[in-house]
């Protein structure tokens, strides 16, 4: 009988001690598995912040590029602007100085018989100048249009004085100022 209680005890004692072990093995089970979820969760959201920052630094370089064509673009056309109106600006001078030599060719050839030649030449160099004059109205701005005008006005044959080389160094002024980058 002694054997017999202590084989009972043996096993129950085993059984004790294996159902102590299921449940300590359940509780690091349950244990791991709550660590392995909350590193899950963890790298969850360090990937998605990671991913969040990745998109943020996408936009910024995109609008940053952007930024960069549009000033690229803006200077592009006001150098193509100033490109523009610096050869209708010197087309002009040209035209105006033709016509001052004209002019004085004219002046100089009255009463010969060269006079009707050299006024029809002084005609089609101030003709030349409206032209030139039309592309620096277009052209602008107001400043340099007005100075044009007046540098033309300073060639009329009925103009008085030597109206031509300030009115001249107005109009070379306000050109200088219109192509100096702002």
């Known amino acids: 009988?002694?054997?017999?209680?202590?084989?009972?005890?043996?096993?129950?004692?085993?059984?004790?001690?294996?159902?102590?072990?299921?449940?300590?093995?359940?509780?690091?089970a349950a244990a791991a598995?709550?660590?392995?979820?909350?590193?899950?969760?963890?790298?969850?959201?360090?990937?998605?912040?990671?991913?969040?920052?990745?998109?943020?630094?996408?936009?910024?370089?995109a609008t940053a590029q952007l930024d960069v064509a549009r000033r690229t673009l803006t200077e592009q056309t006001l150098a193509n602007q100033r490109a523009v109106r610096r050869a209708a600006y010197v087309t002009f001078l040209s035209r105006t100085d033709s016509a001052q030599l004209a002019l004085t060719a004219?002046?100089?050839?009255i009463g010969t018989s060269e006079e009707t030649a050299r006024r029809?030449?002084?005609d089609v160099a101030m003709g030349a100048v409206g032209e030139a004059l039309n592309v620096v109205r277009l052209e602008g701005p107001e400043a340099v249009t007005v100075a044009a005008e007046a540098l033309r006005n300073s060639l009329s044959a009925s103009a008085l004085g030597p109206q031509h080389p300030v009115t001249q160094r107005a109009f070379l002024e306000a050109a200088r100022a219109a192509l100096t980058p702002v």
């Open 120 to 122: 029809r030449e002084y």
């Open 33 to 61: 598995w709550a660590a392995g979820e909350r590193q899950a969760a963890a790298a969850w959201e360090a990937g998605r912040q990671q991913a969040a920052a990745a998109w943020d630094a996408g936009q910024l370089q």
């Open 106 to 109: 004219w002046q100089s050839a």
């Open 1 to 28: 009988m002694t054997a017999l209680v202590a084989a009972g005890a043996a096993i129950a004692g085993g059984g004790l001690t294996g159902w102590f072990t299921l449940s300590a093995a359940k509780r690091q």
